[in-house]
């Protein structure tokens, strides 16, 4: 059997392009929408995190729940943080 020459030759084509990201897709930014939900997040999570019953669990309960809501560790790091400083 003749191995399929048209495949390689057209895998090869498009491997040797180059790569251009498109306008819209930038993962330094983020939409402004998606950016105030993220504030409004943060800041509920200060709340929620500021208040004496639940200053009194433990930090892992405290860190599950929030990853649960849609917080990245840095974040609830960040709060923790703060949090216990004040």
Not at 25 to 49: G, H, K, M, W, Y
Not at 53 to 78: M, P, W, Y
């Amino acid at each position: 059997m003749e191995p399929d020459t048209k495949a390689q030759a057209s895998s090869s084509d498009t491997d040797n392009q180059p790569v251009q990201p498109t306008p819209d897709t930038n993962p330094d930014q983020q939409p402004p929408q998606q950016s105030v939900n993220r504030s409004e997040l943060i800041s509920r999570a200060r709340t929620f995190l500021s208040t004496p019953h639940i200053r009194s669990q433990d930090n892992a309960a405290k860190q599950a729940f929030l990853v649960e809501k849609g917080l990245t560790q840095d974040e609830i790091d960040s709060i923790l943080r703060e949090i216990v400083s004040v």
